[in-house]
C-alpha cells in the first residue's frame, strides 16, 4: 500500500509520537502504517521512544526481507590518504555508494546532487527521513534543519539503501506448451 508522508502523519500523530523509523519503513517498503507500527512493536518499539541505530538496522533487513526488498546500511568513511581528502558513504563489503569531499557534505537538502534517484532512509542526527523514488517523505521535506544548510543536525552520517528484488519466475514451458497461443 502506498502511502505518502502526508497521508501516514494523520494517522500516525494521533497515537505516537518520535515515530520517525515507522513512517520512513512504511513509506519505503509501501507498507501500511498500522502493520509497520505493529512489526515495530513486535520489536520492542514503544510508543512515543525511538529506536536505537543498531536495532534499527536489524529490523530494517528483517522487515526488508519479508516484504522482498534488499537493504543496504552505508556508513560514512574516510577513505583517504595523506594526499587526499575523500570521504565516502560504504557498505560492510567496502563498496562505496557514493563519495565527497568533506565529511558533512550531504545533508538532507543536498542528498540528491550525491545518490541516484532511489529509496533510502537517510540518517540524521536523533531523526531518519524517508526518501522515495528521491523524493523526501518526512516534515523536513524543503526545510533546514538549523536554519543554516549543512549544519550537525541536518548532516546525513548512515544511509540505508532498499532495492525492491526482482521476482524470479519459473520457466513454465517446460511445463506447459505455450506454443499453441503464438
Known amino acids: 500500500m502506498k502511502q505518502s508522508f502526508n497521508e ?3 494517522i500516525a500523530f ?4 518520535n515515530c520517525c523509523t515507522v513512517i520512513s519503513a512504511s513509506v519505503v517498503f509501501e507498507k501500511d502504517y498500522q502493520e509497520t507500527h505493529a512489526f515495530f512493536k513486535a520489536r520492542g518499539r514503544k510508543n512515543g521512544k525511538g529506536i536505537g541505530w543498531q536495532e534499527l538496522d536489524k529490523v530494517y533487513k528483517e522487515l526488508g526481507e519479508l516484504e522482498g526488498f534488499n537493504v ?3 556508513k560514512r568513511q574516510y577513505l583517504g590518504d595523506n594526499d ?8 560492510d563489503e567496502n563498496n562505496a555508494l557514493c563519495m565527497m569531499k568533506t565529511k558533512g557534505a550531504i545533508t538532507i537538502n543536498n542528498f540528491r546532487d550525491y545518490l541516484p534517484k532511489g529509496d533510502y532512509v537517510l540518517g540524521v542526527h536523533r531523526h531518519v527521513v524517508g526518501v522515495k523514488n528521491g523524493i523526501i517523505q518526512d516534515w523536513t521535506a524543503n ?3 538549523n536554519r543554516k544548510e549543512g549544519t550537525a543536525k541536518s548532516r546525513v552520517f548512515e544511509i540505508w539503501k532498499m532495492e525492491k528484488k526482482n521476482k524470479v519466475f519459473k520457466d513454465l514451458k517446460s511445463k ?3 506454443s499453441k497461443f503464438i
Open 8 to 10: 501516514i502523519k494523520k
Open 14 to 17: 494521533e497515537t505516537d509520537t
Open 72 to 74: 543496504t546500511l552505508y
Open 84 to 91: 587526499s581528502h575523500l570521504w565516502g558513504f560504504v557498505d
Open 143 to 145: 526545510q533546514q534543519r
Open 176 to 178: 506447459y506448451d505455450f
